[in-house]
């Protein structure tokens, strides 16, 4: 099984965001940031496979020299090594433009397996997954809560989180590319000597150069062109005054409320 | 045709109703732009769903009848739906972005080389000029985005982004239109469709729910919401990754993947407000959000907000409880 894991490193949830002067993005000099949420739980599920069945884990990622920070919790983890996609010129492109690049990468590697996460914290698009499987040719499957490769590693059977509750299996010929839902395994930690490890592992790096996309394939069909908070709708009662005075400001709500 | 294209969305035989979200997001902008409407279901032996659809405003139903399409499958729906649009020449397609759509909507646009505008909240028209709002982060920040491509343009809208009550009624013409299937090109297998053991516990009956969210930092500190749970006599509930780690169990977990609940009170602490979470909680009939940013799309929907620290506010809060309480 060669599974490549497609991690994006997105700002932390617990960042404040600011926007920036021009109101065309966010003020990004001094986030912090984390491995999407989602691709962390991609990066077990790999790793759980290849420890039952062999193989390799490849961690695959786009973005700015400070995401091989989140490639080398990858590699930590024990991920067999990776390549970063690194040139200014693929950072902010739409979904479309951007998997163009990582499909090329991915089609030249080779794969059993593509994962990814269901959705970035950042941009949001849900797309990459679906795209990669696309462009690549292959099938794919969204909302992953369990991923069994079958006997022969011929298939793989999938369980897709529907809505409701539901849930449904679906199985699909490998080669193919699924979307990870977060919660479908119990992420590990890296531990000391996985990340004494992960310094003799292999990050290759790529960039556009490597890469025969014309410029008409990474032009970018949406563009973000102001952002802004938004405006509420519903007119909140913030209340103020220290810990203590706004606690006992709310109990009098509450009482009024007449749930005390 | 060069109009408008809605795609229905119906599973197992049942019209999915967030499409006459989609439907009246197609009504509004072919007034606005001038353009025809028409609304594409795909499946097999759906007509009655077709009926139905062609009791609300629009120019034609095209029914898509095709043995292939009875299960979903991300394969037979994207060909087919391709086909229509070859077939239709929209100038937009419209979606509700559902499971469904996101799991076939970038395959089928990616197979166009398009690129699909997803989950956009609302949408501006300024001089014939379509922008799309999409929000990004989580929620926090709203983006305009511009469009720069040609026919079809693909645009999914988050449910909820507009009232599918709205809808306006009229009588569309139903048409059949026939696609090219074959088993071979459809490369799943679609198995069992269930549900998980029943949930032991039922918050859909609560009356005041206290809801943690990752604010909480650690499993430990869940205790903090747990004595603030019972001093108000109520039930907890959590946002999903608190279940995903296993600090609660999943029958907490509250939202579009987890229980919807309607309690008289629902005290979100440490939650960001993400709209998987709103779905599951916007009914309540007060909302309570305690919240250190006091940008967190939470306060959007709180009734009363506190914005600080909960580690801070909780115990504080524990405390003026118990001494109401005691002083009755
Ligand atoms: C298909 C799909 C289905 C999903 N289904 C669900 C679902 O059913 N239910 C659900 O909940 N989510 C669901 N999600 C996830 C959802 O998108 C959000 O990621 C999730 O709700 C965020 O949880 P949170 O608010 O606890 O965490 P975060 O977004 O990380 O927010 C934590 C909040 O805590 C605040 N905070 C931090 N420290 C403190 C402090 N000391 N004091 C006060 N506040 C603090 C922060 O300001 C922040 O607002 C789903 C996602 C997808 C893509
Ligand atoms: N720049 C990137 N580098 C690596 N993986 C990415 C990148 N962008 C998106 N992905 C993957 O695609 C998933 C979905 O992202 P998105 O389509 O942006 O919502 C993420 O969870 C990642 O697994």
Redesign the interface.
């Known amino acids: 099984m060669k599974i490549i894991v497609c991690v994006k490193q997105v700002p932390s949830r617990d960042a404040i965001l600011r926007i920036n002067e021009t109101g065309t993005w966010i003020q990004d000099r001094d986030l912090a940031y984390d491995v999407n949420e989602p691709d962390a739980y991609a990066v077990e599920e790999a790793l759980q496979i290849k420890e039952k069945l062999g193989g390799e884990v490849v961690i695959c990622s786009l973005g700015p020299d400070r995401v091989q920070m989140a490639i080398k919790e990858g590699l930590s983890k024990g991920a067999d090594r990776a390549i970063h996609i690194c040139d200014p010129a693929l950072d902010n492109l739409d979904a479309l433009a951007q998997a163009r690049a990582m499909a090329e990468v991915i089609g030249k590697e080779g794969f059993d397996l593509i994962f990814t996460g269901l959705q970035s914290d950042d941009y949001g698009f849900a797309q990459t997954g679906v795209i990669l499987g696309e462009l690549l040719g292959v099938p794919s499957a969204t909302i992953a809560m369990a991923v069994e490769v079958q006997e022969g590693e011929k298939s793989v059977r999938v369980k897709r989180e529907l809505e409701a509750g539901w849930f449904q299996w679906y199985k699909l010929p490998l080669p193919a590319s699924i979307t990870i839902q977060s919660g479908l395994n119990q992420p590990r930690y890296a531990t000391l000597k996985g990340i004494m490890n992960a310094k003799k592992k292999e990050i290759r790096k790529v960039t556009l150069a490597d890469l025969s996309l014309s410029r008409e394939l990474l032009t970018p069909k949406q563009k973000i062109e102001r952002v802004s908070f938004p405006v509420k709708s519903k007119k909140t009662e913030i209340i103020d005054g220290s810990a203590k005075e706004a606690a006992a400001k709310l109990v009098t709500k509450l009482k009024q409320m007449r749930v005390l | 045709m060069s109009g408008i294209l809605v795609f229905a969305e119906q599973r197992e035989g049942k019209l999915n109703r967030v499409t006459y979200e989609a439907v009246l997001a197609g009504q509004r902008l072919s007034a606005q732009m001038g353009l025809s409407l028409s609304v594409a279901l795909l499946g097999f032996g759906v007509d009655t769903i077709a009926q139905e659809l062609a009791t609300k405003k629009a120019n034609t139903i095209y029914l898509v009848n095709n043995e292939h399409l009875q299960s979903y499958?991300?394969?037979g729906f994207s060909l087919a739906m391709r086909q229509v649009i070859q077939e239709l020449q929209p100038k937009y397609v419209l979606l509700a972005?559902?499971?469904l759509v996101?799991?076939?909507a970038?395959?089928l646009?990616?197979?166009m080389?398009?690129?699909?505008?997803?989950?956009c909240v609302s949408y501006k028209l300024e001089e014939g000029n379509l922008?799309?709002v999409?929000?990004?982060?989580?929620?926090?920040?709203?983006?305009?985005?511009?469009?720069?491509?040609s026919a079809p343009i693909l645009i999914s809208f988050q449910a909820g982004a507009f009232r599918g009550d709205d809808v306006e009624s009229g009588s569309a013409e139903v048409k059949a239109l026939s696609v090219k299937l074959s088993a071979e090109e459809i490369?799943?297998?679609?198995?069992?469709?269930?549900?998980?053991a029943k949930q032991s516990v039922d918050l859909t009956q609560s009356?005041?729910i206290v809801s943690v969210g990752?604010g909480i930092k650690s499993q430990e500190n869940i205790a903090i919401v747990e004595k603030l749970a019972t001093a108000?006599e109520a039930d907890i509930g959590a946002s999903?990754?608190i279940?995903?780690?296993?600090w609660l169990p999943m029958d907490r977990q509250i939202g579009?993947?987890g229980q919807t609940v309607a309690p008289?009170?629902y005290l979100a602490v440490g939650i960001?407000g993400a709209i998987q979470h709103v779905v599951g909680m916007k009914n309540a009939s007060?909302i309570?959000?305690i919240n250190k940013?006091?940008?967190a799309?939470i306060?959007?929907?709180?009734?009363?907000?506190?914005?600080?620290?909960l580690f801070?506010?909780v115990p504080?809060?524990v405390?003026?409880?118990e001494?109401?309480?005691a002083e009755g």
């Not at chain 2, 080389?113 to 989950?119: E, P, T, V």
């Open positions: 499958t991300p394969d972005h559902t499971y996101r799991d076939f970038p395959k646009a990616a197979s080389g398009k690129s699909l505008i997803a989950d922008t799309l999409r929000q990004i982060f989580q929620g926090k920040i709203n983006a305009d985005v511009s469009i720069h491509d490369r799943l297998q679609p198995q069992e469709l269930f549900r998980e009356k005041i990752r108000l999903r990754p279940c995903d780690s296993g579009s993947s008289k009170l960001s007060a309570v959000a940013d006091a940008n799309p306060f959007d929907i709180a009734d009363l907000g506190i914005v600080g620290d801070e506010i504080a809060l405390e003026e409880i001494k109401a309480k």
